[in-house]
């Protein structure tokens, strides 16, 4: 139903089964009508008005409806119009499915200090964040700066690297070793 002049979101009681809805590039500007979708996985609201003609301060209330979706995965409401000031990484919380998450292009982002840190943390199973991987240094400093602030990053940037300094010498140990082993049987 992407790419059409849709406004709301309706008449959809009768899909339980629908796993993926694809609304971008429409007029929504509240996300609703989603609640008769019991198996909703994946929703794309991208490229919508969402937040048009909302009061700033309740802007999050033009998206609540996806808590009602607890087995979604993939969200994407990135180029909207959604405001808000506080409250977005909050929003989210409860909603530990999410594995990729788009939000970009909206204001918030902006507005929301440490905005991809916190998603980070926030967010345990959490993938991909606007069209970037979640990578396992990135979630360990999030994780870390949560707890300790920059110093407690720097500290875990630096473990984590030593890490993986020693796992390649290691490696490069026994593939050092195995090439020996190799020379001297062929002898």
Request: glycine share 4%; net charge negative; hydrophobic share 30%.
């Amino acid at each position: 139903m992407h790419q059409n002049h849709i406004e709301n979101i309706e008449n959809l009681e009768g899909l339980v089964n629908l796993v993926t809805l694809n609304l971008s590039y429409n007029r929504i500007k509240r996300v609703e009508g989603l609640s008769s979708l019991p198996s909703l996985r994946n929703i794309d609201l991208s490229h919508n008005i969402i937040g048009a003609n909302t009061d700033p301060n309740n802007q999050l209330d033009c998206i609540s409806e996806l808590h009602q979706c607890v087995h979604l995965t993939a969200i994407d409401l990135s180029h909207n119009i959604i405001e808000c000031d506080k409250g977005l990484v909050e929003f989210f919380e409860d909603m530990q499915n999410i594995l990729c998450l788009y939000l970009k292009g909206n204001p918030c982002v902006r507005k929301t200090s440490m905005y991809r840190k916190r998603m980070t943390v926030t967010l345990k199973q959490l993938q991909y964040l606007d069209d970037r991987p979640v990578f396992e240094i990135e979630r360990i400093a999030a994780n870390a700066w949560s707890e300790g602030g920059a110093e407690g990053e720097k500290v875990a940037r630096e473990e984590y690297q030593e890490k993986k300094n020693a796992q390649i010498k290691s490696y490069t140990t026994r593939g050092r070793e195995l090439t020996e082993e190799y020379s001297t049987r062929r002898k």
